[in-house]
């Protein structure tokens, strides 16, 4: 058999040296080959394409770069752009080098601006272990405690006040805890509320003004709210009407899924009505009409009462999304709950919720950054956010007639917290997608 | 709750059953949270007339019928500053609607289009297309509406620019429009004599083109043939029509804008205001429908592609009768939620002024009659009304498309 | 049950406390307990309110609610500034959010009467005028017709506009915007060829233009509009220590006294009506129920009418206003004090 192949003269005797794809299959070529010009019309996708990159980065690149970033004023800008460049049409980056601080922090005093700073770090920090279940659970302590250094942090005082109001919630705690040895539920619930009402209003007061003169400790440089401002505001709004929209929401969404009648209409009226009108009139509710709604003679400051009705107006989003994460849950899971034998609380409290709430996660963050979004609407009626802000700075003599410096700052600040919070929620929803399946 | 026990038999009623026995207790919880609910509302009414009374005011709906003496530029019904307060409102909630709807339909066309050409197999439109959903979404609306308005009053040219010999701007379309940074000038219909004519036979002949389907669908089924249904449907759609308008001696012109005195007159005036309200509106809200469209699209297994093609459907039967239906039903609901979410963001139109109810009832009316919470009341009313009409739209069409299970 | 009684116990204790809280309702006793006075001002007016790079709110009606501060508690910097939007002004007032308002706010009869204010004098006078760029060949309001003009809406001056193109049977377009700066950019960029508004604030951002010659105020103003801080109804001594804190401004121009010479004049003159307005002679201060030197810590603090006009919007600064209607009256002005006797 050998012989006659070797005798072939046509066969070939060894293998050609593999030659190199054609220069149009490889590498760049091959790439563009397939991904750009596939066609005629992804061609011509693709000069449209490049055409419109083209005008966009034209348009903005030069303005951009070519900006000025040492002036006091808008008229010194123009004046030094038409000395370098002979017109006007390139970005007044100075007002940002002067107004970033307020534009960040509001008018918060200066000196004070490492209160911010610590009070931005400790709620990173402290929103890290909700949000990924690696971190050691002990962070969620620091998670607990962090209300309270917030209010003491950005406010100021003496440390009393807000140690006060944490008695009242860990009081509330201790009766609920007791009580619950002997009765149901709602008896707890009951004696936990009046527990910590009582200490709030008759003897923490007096415990802390005691406490106040006699050991002023951690007195910080105490801080008006209206001096409160810019992203910094909306950060505060954005973070305490989330956290305390939480509770309000699971108490909606289960009052929702309930089957007694008068607290299902109740909840579903609250929530329809809150998601039915849009913000901005229940903003206006809170500068111009919840005075009317108050006790006479009872006056708290806007800030307040902003946030009062942000949590309002969150708490029927995220009763939405909480409903969602419960009838997420298979079935089984409140069959089994209910096999155990335990009572509706305990069922809720020690299987559903955990579960209904790990898988709401990404809603939330989406609400939250829907509403983060939205704590822009806080100009309109007076509180200088950084929107407001970059009016009230228009409205002065030096800056009058600048916009686009202030709209990009605006904007980028808005885009960096907003953009990373939904690749966030992107992906936990692929990891909660792959925990199930 | 339900109790798997025998109820106690023999026992009478006794108290304690309220709160122990799960028969009773959801009715004693029912009647605490009534009972609460009312007290939270009395409280606040109460709260309410005392702090009303104290300031010498009083609930009063009659200032909705005296003069309203401000202008609406804007007017889709007459209206004059002689006219009364619930005219302006009715302006603007006509205003709202308008700028809901025209800002539905235009954000339906962004995302869609967003959307499709995400999953594009062009890359470089593909990435495009991921700038523009990622920069949209996560800047604020309000931010966007305010970059509209300062594009639109910033590049364009005043009218100004387009008088005398050495104009610096120029009508487009062979001078039939004229787009200013006060906003944007088309021809408009002129309706003249006999133009009802024409208009009722357009419509008959949208009826002749349902009709058409309808029969065309049966003799379809009962034959199998195929008629070019698309071209007798153009066909229905034109002819009669032309026909009719030359017939009638052409009584439909075009108005279009000229420039008199300090603006163009003449012709449809979209208000920068307006627009600028519109396009962020719809660019924003597009950016979400568009990741709508896309997640439907990807819904949508590669088996039941496979499934039709293998059936022996051609590829646009297998969009319009397999892929369509079954992504539609993912992609509506959220769908309608962003309409409704349009709608609420419409009330950002005062950073524009943009006369909607808000700037009208909720604005001018409540600053010059002082009648904060009467106006505020109607306004969320209104508000809420159209918000339910648009939520029961959704359950409507949530019920027809839900799977039908057997 | 017992949780309807305990919320209905919570009510009634939350409506107690109400009560407890509206009997005390002297606001000089508040704003004395409280050691700061809390006054409402424009969010951002150029000259009359605004707040400077440091947040410290600067401006002519500012400088009335440092005054009263300096009458009341004795220190000009003890102010709370709430920054109100036209809509909210009223009703935070009313609500007790603001001890009074300087907020160029117009007095009118409705909202003097009908809105329970009481404004307690004026301290600018204003009216609405129109400003055209010059090469619109325009030269009078009554030529107009058919222009297109910028207008802050929920204002009185939307209202004037109205009735003053109506009467004089000419058509126009409104371009509603939402602020002062706002409007500005608006007018500047082309997209309306009217921009009107007070005078004052017209002539303020005139001034503050790229190019001031380019643009004219036209010679009409179509309506009268005192601006002028106020109070709630109901509280007389407070109306009375507002007012009288602006007329020591205005009788301290009008006296000669200034933030220099005030303290040393407060050693006695020999001009009684000073004496008594320095408290060196009479007690003025104590019938308000106010320290003796209440007029010298304004006019010392704060400075005087004219003092104050000059360094915040006065012809020197960028606004750059003549002082026109408001002058004193000795000058040919409107601006006029009781006697303080």
Known sequence: MSHSTQSLAYVRKEMIEQQPAPRSQVGFTRWARENLFSGWFNTLLTLVSLFVIYKMLAATLPWVFGGVWNAESLDQCRTILNERYGDTHYACWAVIRERWNQLLYGFYPESQYWRANLAFVLMLASLAPVLFDKLPRKMLYLTMAFPFLLVWLVWGGTIWGVLSVAVGFVLAGVAFKIVDRFGSMALSAIAAVVVAVVWWLFIGPSVVDGLNSVAPLGHLQEVQSRDLGGFMICVIIGISGIALSLPIGIVLALGRQSDLFIVKTICVGFIEFIRGVPLITLLFTASLLLNYFLPPGTTFDLTLRVIIMVTLFSSAYMAEVIRGGLAALPKGQYEAADALGLDYWKSQRLIIMPQALKISIPGIVNTFIGLFKDTTLVMFIGIYDMLGLSNAIRANAAWNGIYWELFIFIGLVFWICCFAMSRYSQWLERKLRTDHR | MTTLSDPPQDQGFRLSQLIYDTRYRSITIQVIA??????????????????????????????????AAYDINQQIIPYTSNDPHWRAALVGLLNTLLIAILGCILATVIG???????????????????????????????????AFMAVLSESLPAPRAFRGEDATASMWFWDSVAVTNRGTYVPSPVWGSGSSVVIIAFLLSLLGIWAFGKWSNRHFEETGQHLPNFWIKLGILIVPTVLVYFVMGRPITLSYPELKGFNFSGGLHMRNSMLALWLALSFYTGSFIAEIVRSGILAISKGQTEAAFALGLRPSWTMNLVILPQALRVIIPPLISQYLNLTKNSSLALAVGYMDLRSTLGGTTLNTTGRELECMLLMMLIYLIVSLIISSGMNIYNKSVKLKER | MKKSVFLGALTLAGLAAGTAMAQDSSTLAAVKERGMLKCGVNPGTPGFAAPDASGKFVGFDVDVCRAVAAAVLGDSEAVEYTPLTSAVRFTALASGEVDMLARNTTWTFSRDVDLKNTFVGVNYYDGQGFMVPKDLGVSSAKELGGATVCIETGTTTELNLADYFRVNNMEYEPVPVESFTEAQTQFLAGACDVYTTDASALAASRASFENPEGYVVLPEIISKEPLGPLVRHGDDNWGDIVRWSLNAMIAAEEYGVTSANAAEMANGTDNPEINRLLGVEGELGAMLGLDNAWALNIITQVGNYGESFEKNIGENTPVGLARGLNAQWTEGGLIYSPPFR
């Open chain 2, 34 to 67: 009534m009972i609460v609910f009312m007290l939270i509302a009395a409280f606040l009414i109460r709260n309410t007339i005392i702090n009303l009374s104290a300031l010498g005011k009083d609930i009063n709906f009659s200032f909705l019928s005296s003069r």
């Open chain 2, 112 to 146: 869609v289009i967003a959307g499709v050409l995400r999953l594009s197999k062009n890359w470089l439109t593909a990435k495009i297309m991921t700038v523009y959903v990622e920069s949209f979404r996560n800047i604020p609306v309000l931010l966007w509406i305010l």
